[in-house]
């Protein structure tokens, strides 16, 4: 079966996304350079969502107790935390060294119906880059 040229290109773009976005991780020795900056490295923020989207539930009933986890490049969960009633969290990394210019997935989950087993789960996720000093969400 013959594809479409678009979807020929379409995967092509896809492919090389996926590419673009592999972390270049450095040598041991090159974190053990970073310093204390890198040993102390921590992630902080505030989960929201606009309103004005139709879904199975409301900002307001997943920011409050969410799982927050901070996932590297090979799909490892470095770290994860809990929010609390406004959507705010910190997640200390523990000595884990981002790697300068890698992407990493920040992800809170809480599950729908008061967390009741068999219940669907809201997922929020975004991308984080570290600069060397930071982070930048993608």
């Known amino acids: 079966m013959k594809l479409p040229r678009w979807t020929m290109i379409v995967l092509a ?12 991780v450095p040598a041991i020795g090159d974190r053990a ?15 929201s969502a606009p309103d004005a989207r139709q879904a199975q539930a409301l900002p307001s009933d997943v920011v409050n107790a969410a799982t927050v986890s ?6 490892t969960t470095v770290a994860t935390g809990k929010t609390d009633a406004s959507g705010n969290f910190s997640l200390s990394l523990g000595g884990y060294a981002p790697a300068n210019g ?7 989950v ?5 967390q009741a087993p ?14 060397g000093t930071g982070w930048l969400s993608c």
């Open 13 to 24: 773009l896809t492919l090389l996304g996926c590419q673009a976005l592999r972390p270049n």
């Open 33 to 47: 350079a970073a310093g204390s900056a890198i040993a102390s490295a921590s992630v902080h923020g505030r989960l």
């Open 70 to 75: 901070f996932i590297d490049a090979a799909n």
């Open 102 to 108: 890698a992407t990493y997935i920040l992800e809170a």
């Open 110 to 114: 809480k599950g729908l119906n008061n």
């Open 118 to 131: 068999g219940s669907s789960a809201a997922r929020f996720r975004t991308l984080l880059q570290w600069n």
